[in-house]
C-alpha cells in the first residue's frame, strides 16, 4: 500500500527555519516528480514546489522563491523542503504527493490535478 509520511512542522517566529521530510513507502519515489503543496485555513491547496525525475529541475511558486528549496534523496525515499525567512503567511498544512502524470526527467510541474496519494500533511505555524 502506497504511502506518505510528512514530517518536520512546527511553530517558529518569522524569519525562522524549518526543513520538512516526506518519506514514502509501498512505492519509489525514483520513478516520480514529487511535489510540495500547502493549504492554508480558509484556502484551497496551491502548489509550493516540485522536483523532477532527475533532481535537476526544481520550480517554486513565486511567494517562496529565493526561500524554500527542495531536494531528493532516491536511496532514502524520502523528498525534503527546506524553508528558512519564513513568514506568517507561510503557515498552512504542507502535503508532499507524486506526480501520477509522466514528464521528462528534468521537467516537473505544479499542477494539482497531476499528483495523487496525499499524506495527512505535517502543519508549519509561522507567528510571533
Known amino acids: 500500500q502506497s504511502q506518505l509520511v510528512e514530517s518536520g512542522g512546527g511553530s517558529v517566529q518569522p524569519g525562522g527555519s524549518l526543513r520538512l521530510s516526506c518519506v514514502a513507502s509501498?512505492?519509489?519515489?525514483?520513478?516520480?516528480?514529487m511535489g510540495w503543496f500547502r493549504q492554508a485555513p480558509g484556502k484551497e491547496r496551491e502548489g509550493v514546489s516540485c522536483?523532477?525525475?532527475?533532481?535537476?529541475?526544481?520550480k517554486y511558486v513565486d511567494s517562496v522563491k529565493g526561500r524554500f528549496t527542495i531536494t531528493r534523496d532516491n536511496a532514502k525515499n524520502t523528498v525534503y523542503l527546506q524553508m528558512n525567512s519564513l513568514k506568517p503567511e507561510d503557515t498552512a498544512v504542507y502535503f508532499c504527493?507524486?506526480?501520477?502524470?509522466?514528464?521528462?526527467?528534468?521537467?516537473?510541474?505544479?499542477?494539482?490535478?497531476?499528483?495523487?496519494?496525499w499524506g495527512r500533511g505535517t502543519q508549519v505555524t509561522v507567528s510571533p
Open positions: 522536483i523532477s525525475i532527475s533532481g535537476r529541475g526544481t
Open positions: 509501498g512505492f519509489n519515489i525514483d520513478a516520480y516528480a
Open positions: 504527493a507524486p506526480d501520477q502524470i509522466t514528464n521528462p526527467e528534468d521537467i516537473c510541474v505544479l499542477t494539482e490535478y497531476e499528483y495523487g496519494y
